[in-house]
Structure formats: structure tokens, C-alpha cells
């Protein structure tokens, strides 16, 4: 957070539009809790603004809604997921997350990757060159990196304790796919259409678009027209 601020006075860009999705999307909530001040509007997609419970860490709640097959529960362990991917090639491993239709919950005694289908043929929005292109990012960095992202979850809860019961202050677009295996499991298709949801940010627009997690690419004219909706609704110079 302090790098982006430096970035942004060194550029005199103070306020900014913000689009995330998945894990973006988690950071966006965050910095519009932070720095509300800085963020003309947020767009998110995939991922809603869960409340903070006040007495249980992040993984215990998802370990009790999912159970240990959970890939959240599977991901903690330093080592197992890279050591479980490291038996696929990388193309396989992409080709594997950006397909997935089924629940993220594998069954017992199964590393999360086996259980996720290879599909054998591609839908149109997605080629085989679009898959290389994240292949070769992540054979030059490896899957450590992301993966911490799941194993420092209990620590983003501490560190959020002092926004305890806090609102995200900014307007927000929030889009999900309609098919997204998140959106139809855990209660999160009832919390997002729900008056919780709005509760926690006041300022909300749901859109529910065809297609699965990756609305963004499966869906990319639909996503790409709501962003251009709200930033014709909440312009710059409000």
C-alpha cells in the first residue's frame, strides 16, 4: 500500500478507478477500506465483500462451510499443492483452473489438482495460445508466490481486526458469473443478492452475467460494456 502511494504521487494520479477480479478483487475491497479516498469507483468481479468475523480466522470458517477438501484448507500446507501441481506440466495446470466448472472441494485423501477435470477440447473464448501465455508466467516464477496469497489469509484477519464492522464507502459494480462453481456454493448466491451484501457497501450494483469464474475472458463484451456503464456513471470529475 505505501508503494502505490508513492507510485501514485509520482505519476499526480490521486484518485483512480479500480477493477479486480478474484484475487484482485479482494485487494480492491481492501484498499476502498483503506483509502476510500483514493478510489473513484470499484468494479469487481468473482469475489464479494465477505464481513470479517470478529472470533474465527478465515481458513476455520471456509474449513467448516467446505471441509478439509477445500483447495483454501489444501493450499496452507508450504509445499503440498507445488509438489501436487509439479506432477502435471504447466499448460495441464492452467488448462485445469481456467476450465473449472465443478465445486473447489475435492474428495478425501485427493490432492485438489487430480481432481480437477482436463478438459479435452477448448470453448471459443479460450485458445491454446492464450493458455501458453500464462504457462510461461508462471514457469518462470513458479506457483509459491500465488500460493502464499491462501497461506497469509489468516494473517490479512489479524490485520484487519481494526476495521472491525467497517462499510466500503466508494460506489461499486459488483459482476458474478451466473455459472461461477463460487457464486453457487456456500450461500454466497443468496449473500450477494441479499440485503447483507448491500448492507456492507450502500453503494452497490449487482450484475449476474453468463458463464463461470472467468467472466472477464468468457464473457469479455458484456464485462466490458458494465465497466464502461459505471464509469459513465460515477465520472471522474464528480
Wanted: one cysteine or more.
Amino acid at each position: 500500500m505505501r508503494g502505490s502511494k508513492h507510485i501514485g504521487a509520482f505519476c499526480r494520479i490521486f484518485k483512480a478507478y479500480v477493477v479486480g477480479h478474484d484475487w484482485g478483487a479482494v485487494v480492491g475491497w481492501n484498499l476502498s477500506l483503506f483509502r476510500p479516498d483514493r478510489v473513484i469507483g470499484l468494479v469487481n468481479l468473482s469475489v464479494p465483500y465477505f464481513p470479517r468475523s470478529p472470533t474465527t480466522k478465515t481458513t476455520e470458517s471456509i474449513r467448516q462451510i467446505f471441509g478439509d477438501g477445500s483447495h483454501v484448507i489444501q493450499f496452507q500446507e508450504p509445499g503440498r499443492a507445488e509438489r501436487a501441481f509439479a506432477r502435471y506440466d504447466y499448460m495441464t495446470v492452467m488448462k485445469k483452473f481456467l476450465l473449472v466448472t465443478n465445486k473447489m472441494i475435492a474428495p478425501p485423501d485427493m490432492e485438489f489438482i487430480d481432481y480437477l477435470e482436463t478438459q479435452s477440447s477448448l470453448p471459443p473464448w479460450l485458445t491454446e495460445e492464450d493458455i501458453r501465455v500464462f504457462a510461461e508466467k508462471f514457469e518462470e516464477s513458479g506457483f509459491t508466490g500465488p500460493l502464499n496469497y491462501y497461506r497469509a489469509m489468516d494473517l490479512t484477519w489479524e490485520l484487519l481486526a481494526p476495521w472491525q464492522g467497517s462499510k466500503i464507502m466508494v460506489p461499486v459494480k459488483f459482476m458474478v458469473g451466473d455459472k461461477d462453481f463460487g457464486f453457487k456454493s456456500g450461500g454466497t448466491s443468496e449473500f450477494v443478492q441479499g440485503d447483507e451484501f448491500r448492507s456492507l457497501v450502500p453503494d452497490l450494483e449487482v450484475v449476474i452475467v453468463g458463464g463461470h469464474h472467468f467472466i472477464q475472458q468468457e464473457n469479455p463484451q458484456e464485462v466490458s460494456s458494465q465497466i464502461l456503464s459505471f464509469l459513465r456513471q460515477h465520472p471522474a470529475d464528480e
